[in-house]
């Protein structure tokens, strides 16, 4: 079975400062998808960035970034210029790649609660 | 383009009682996941319904039970509630490798 571990439950940053979010995963498979989410107080799940294992090249959104490292199973997110508004609980999260007739289930990790201070 | 939406956005239910939630998925989606999450902790994988089709479940029992429609719409079923029950529930909705989630319905079990 696959599992995700986020092993930092609280991290803050100065606004328009930088900051790195740690994951790592464990999985047999060769090739999968690994995602990073964020649960502001509203509670709505947003799709931050998304990684296919099989690209060599790193996930890129606007401030948004990911080091993935496939043969360490790491996959850490870095926000850049940090906002007052990226404030929110970020999950780390996997699926294995498409069989036909299979689920494509998201395990998650159990989150980092970053806040951006003023 | 719709996004994925739930409803109702809260429910208050007694123990023993029977819940059914809903979710319409994303124009184009034809695949619906539903999830738990507990205060606290990330979600949980309830199952997953595929051209109206249950398609894989995660480790939960029987009582709660789906259905998926002609337009993929959803319903997620829990019968004989438990205080154990009281959760935030995510839909997701997804054509291939990506989900994108609904804004939940918070369940509370008295």
């Known amino acids: 079975a696959q599992t995700v571990t986020q092993s930092q439950p609280e991290m803050s940053v100065q606004e328009a400062e930088t900051v790195t979010l740690s994951c790592t995963y464990d999985?047999?498979?060769?090739?999968?998808?690994l995602f990073w989410y964020k649960q502001p107080p509203s509670r709505q799940m947003i799709l931050v960035i998304r990684?296919?294992?099989?690209?060599?090249q790193n996930a890129t959104e606007n401030r948004f970034s990911v080091n993935f490292q496939k043969a360490a199973k790491s996959f850490s997110l870095k926000i850049s210029d940090s906002q007052l508004g990226d404030t929110a609980m970020y999950f780390c999260?996997?699926?294995?790649?498409?069989?036909?007739?299979?689920?494509?289930?998201?395990?998650f990790g159990s989150g980092t609660q970053l806040t951006v201070l003023p | 383009e719709t996004g994925v939406t739930q409803s109702p956005t809260h429910l208050i239910k007694t123990r023993g009682q029977q819940v059914t939630l809903r979710c319409s998925s994303q124009?184009?989606?034809?695949?619906v996941s539903w999830y738990q999450q507990a205060l606290g902790q990330g979600p949980q994988f309830i199952f997953q319904?595929?051209?109206?089709?249950?398609?894989g479940r995660g480790n939960f029992p029987p009582r709660f039970s789906g259905l998926q429609f002609p337009n993929y719409s959803s319903e997620l079923n829990v019968n004989a509630l438990e205080l154990d029950d009281s959760a935030l529930y995510l839909c997701?909705?997804?054509?291939?490798?990506?989900?994108?989630f609904g804004p939940g319905t918070r369940l509370t079990v008295l």
């Open positions: 997701a909705s997804s054509s291939w490798d990506t989900q994108y």
């Open positions: 999985t047999s498979e060769s090739n999968y998808y």
């Open positions: 990684q296919e294992a099989y690209k060599q």
């Open positions: 999260a996997f699926t294995d790649d498409f069989a036909s007739g299979s689920a494509r289930q998201l395990t």
């Open positions: 124009s184009g989606h034809n695949t």
């Open positions: 319904y595929y051209r109206e089709e249950e398609n």
